[in-house]
């Protein structure tokens, strides 16, 4: 599936639990796409924990 593919999903799942549920489930929803889009990564190991850890402490790495 490509990435435009899956943002026209996941925009469609996002706009129809606005329209039935309301705003506050649209941003339940949201918030747990994110989690889940970043436990992805994480598993693919295409996000760096340690390294995300360090850029919110504000520790700057070169490498």
């Given at each position: 599936?490509s990435?435009?593919?899956?943002?026209?999903?996941?925009?469609?799942?996002?706009?129809?639990?606005?329209?039935?549920?309301?705003?506050?489930?649209f941003?339940?929803?949201?918030?747990?796409?994110?989690?889940?889009?970043?436990?992805?990564?994480?598993?693919?190991?295409?996000?760096?924990?340690?390294?995300?850890?360090?850029?919110?402490?504000?520790?700057r790495?070169?490498?």
């Open positions: 599936m990435a435009t593919t899956t943002g026209a999903a996941a925009g469609a799942v996002l706009a129809l639990t606005w329209v039935v549920l309301g705003f506050w489930a941003l339940l929803v949201a918030v747990a796409m994110l989690i889940g889009a970043a436990a992805g990564r994480v598993a693919d190991g295409r996000l760096d924990v340690r390294a995300l850890a360090d850029a919110f402490r504000g520790r790495s070169s490498s």
